[in-house]
């Protein structure tokens, strides 16, 4: 046990750290090329922060492992929610005006009913892999209302463009690498723990991947840039729940013969009504509404982890 808890930890900080330099790569070759700045912040910011979700769920899929697949997905939303969204309101309250994000609460909200109405199906195949991928480039259509404007901009030079290249493979390369090394122990633990794949996944590999969206909303919030780490939790969610699950699902279909998962995706369709209901009524997130959320969170792990255990 305690090797695979090791193995586990060691790979996350592999993961995070290597996650960072694509990142940081990614925007100095976006700034090479000059990207609009609204389409830099969708693509690199909320996509960016989803990067360790994509990349531990499609190899989950891809090694076997669905329950870990599907369980990140699920999981990984709703701690951006209730987790990253309730401590950050918990340290301070949110000010955000109400047009800001009503809109992409209830974009978010509508997006969140596809995987529950697919999760009435025994499974989630290909086609409905191909189907949440479509529905991704719609949002992304939507999110991004600039078109690229291409050209060399001043001030990143051609030095620092192919160093950036070379930083991004090798981040690409080491967060492969310990995702592979994050399933197989996350694998390990399940087993000898006697518990569901999928509960590892919704928990321990799920906080794991909602570290970079933890860090960077935190710095977001605590500099007053709450739009900013509100949109980012959005954009990340719908990402998880659309280009995620359906990259994951177009490798290997996903099974559904696991009863968390149905109680993990009526909690998050639950979770976004009540935020979409805060955002309704009132011009931000108070640090009681972020208890709220922090506690829908505990209340959550624990009845994943009951379910778990019953079906165990």
């Not at 046990?1 to 060691?10: A, C, G, R, T």
């Not at 991004?144 to 901009?153: H, P, R, V």
């Not at 399940?190 to 909303?217: C, H, N, Q």
């Amino acid at each position: 046990m305690l090797p695979s808890i090791l193995i586990f930890l060691l790979s996350l900080g592999v993961l995070v750290i290597a996650s960072r330099w694509v990142i940081a790569a990614s925007i100095k070759i976006a700034e090479y090329f000059k990207i609009a700045e609204l389409a830099l912040g969708f693509l690199l910011i909320a996509f960016a922060t989803s990067f360790p979700d994509f990349i531990v769920s499609t190899t989950a899929s891809y090694e076997g492992m669905g329950g870990i697949a599907l369980g990140d997905v699920l999981g990984s939303s709703i701690a951006n929610i209730c987790l990253v969204l309730g401590a950050a309101a918990l340290i301070r309250t949110i000010h955000i005006k109400r047009e800001q994000t009503l809109e992409s609460a209830e974009l978010l909200l509508l997006i969140t009913l596809i995987p529950l109405i697919l999760l009435t199906r025994e499974e989630i195949g290909r086609p409905e892999g191909l189907i949440l991928i479509i529905v991704f480039l719609f949002y992304a259509l939507f999110a991004i209302k600039e078109k690229f404007t291409m050209g060399l901009k001043e001030g990143v030079t051609k030095k620092e463009w192919s160093r950036a290249v070379v930083m991004f493979v090798i981040g690409i390369a080491l967060t492969l690498v310990s995702a592979h090394f994050i399933i197989g122990s996350a694998s390990d633990m399940a087993r000898i723990l006697g518990v569901s794949e999928a509960l590892i996944g919704m928990t321990i590999v799920a906080f794991g991947t909602t570290l970079p969206e933890l860090a960077i909303d935190f710095t977001a919030i605590r500099t007053g840039h709450s739009a900013l780490a509100i949109g980012d939790i959005f954009g990340s969610c719908v990402i998880n729940l659309t280009l995620v699950l359906g990259a994951a699902a177009l490798i290997n279909p996903l099974s559904n013969g696991v009863m968390v998962f149905t109680t993990a995706i009526t909690f998050l369709v639950g979770v976004n009504i009540f935020l979409w209901y805060i955002l309704m009524k009132h011009e931000g997130i108070t640090k009681r509404y972020g208890l709220m959320l922090l506690l829908a969170y505990i209340i959550f792990i624990e009845v994943e982890t009951i379910w778990a255990f019953n079906a165990g």
